[in-house]
C-alpha cells in the first residue's frame, strides 16, 4: 500500500490516498471533526449553516463543552425551535466525497415535533442531498433523498432509540448502492442513482429536533460494499 500524505487545515484532517483501502477500525480517515480544539460557544470554521425548506430562521449550531462526549471536552450542539416542514443543516463547505463511510456519533436532547438526526452526503447544495437519521419519536431509522427540496423516502426500518443516548449513524455509499448502519449494525440497503458526483458531507435534523454531535469522519468505503 503506498503511503498518505496528511494535509491539517482549518480544524480537518484530510488523508490523501493513492489506492482506495478497506474500511477497518484503523484506518485513516479521509477527513475527520471532533470539535476538541474549536473554540467553545462559536460555530466550527469551514461549515455552514442552512436550511431545507425553512423560514430563515435557521437554528444555532455551536461547539458545547459535554461531559458525555464521546471524545471529550467539546461536542457540536444545535438549538432549534424551527417548524415542522423545516430540515436544518450543518455542512462541511470544503469537503467534496463521492464513494464514502461517513460516520458521526449522534445524541438527541430534545423536540416534540420531531427528534435525533443524522447524516447528508453528496450535497450539492441545501436542497440536494441524501439523508440517512435515527428518530427516537418515530422509533426508525430512515434513508432518505432529497431533490429539489423535495424529500423521498428510500428505505425505512423499526429501531428504537432513546433520548439522551449517543449512537453511532453511519452511511456508505458506493455507485449507486446505500448501507446504512447504527452502532455498526447494518439495518438499511438500497440502490439510486439520483446523485452520481462527489458532494459535499454534513449534519442534519428535522423541525424543533435540538441534538447534539460528535466524532463527525469519512472514511474510504470497504471493498466488499456494492457487491
Not at 458525555?68 to 417548524?83: I, Q
Not at 432529497?146 to 423521498?152: L, P, W, Y
Not at 455509499?173 to 455498526?184: K, L, P, Q, R, S
Amino acid at each position: 500500500m503506498k503511503c498518505h500524505r496528511v494535509l491539517v487545515s482549518m480544524g480537518i484532517t484530510v488523508a490523501l490516498a493513492a489506492t482506495v483501502i478497506a474500511q477497518s477500525s484503523t484506518s485513516t480517515p479521509l477527513a475527520e471533526w471532533k470539535f476538541d480544539k474549536d473554540d467553545v460557544g462559536n460555530s466550527p470554521p469551514a461549515w455552514r449553516v442552512a436550511e431545507t425548506k425553512g423560514s430563515g430562521k435557521t437554528g444555532k449550531w455551536t461547539v458545547a463543552a459535554d461531559d458525555t462526549a464521546p471524545s471529550k471536552p467539546n461536542v457540536l450542539k444545535l438549538e432549534t425551535k424551527a417548524d415542522d416542514s423545516t430540515y436544518n443543516l450543518f455542512i462541511a463547505e470544503k469537503s467534496s466525497f463521492k464513494d464514502l463511510d461517513l460516520r458521526a456519533k449522534v445524541k438527541a436532547l430534545s423536540g416534540n415535533e420531531d427528534q435525533g438526526g443524522g447524516l447528508i452526503w453528496r450535497a450539492k447544495d441545501e436542497n440536494n442531498y441524501y439523508i440517512c437519521r435515527i428518530n427516537p419519536l418515530e422509533g426508525n431509522f430512515r434513508v432518505y433523498k432529497v431533490e429539489d427540496g423535495k424529500r423521498t423516502q428510500l428505505q425505512s426500518e423499526k429501531l428504537e432509540t432513546k433520548t439522551g443516548q449517543w449512537y453511532e449513524v453511519s452511511a456508505v455509499m458506493t455507485g449507486d448502492h446505500i448501507e446504512c448502519f447504527v452502532d455498526g449494525k447494518p439495518y438499511l440497503h438500497t440502490h439510486d442513482g439520483t446523485f452520481k458526483d462527489a458532494g459535499m458531507v454534513g449534519l442534519w435534523t428535522k423541525a424543533d429536533a435540538s441534538s447534539v454531535f460528535d466524532n463527525v469522519a469519512v472514511y474510504p468505503p470497504s471493498e466488499e460494499t456494492g457487491k
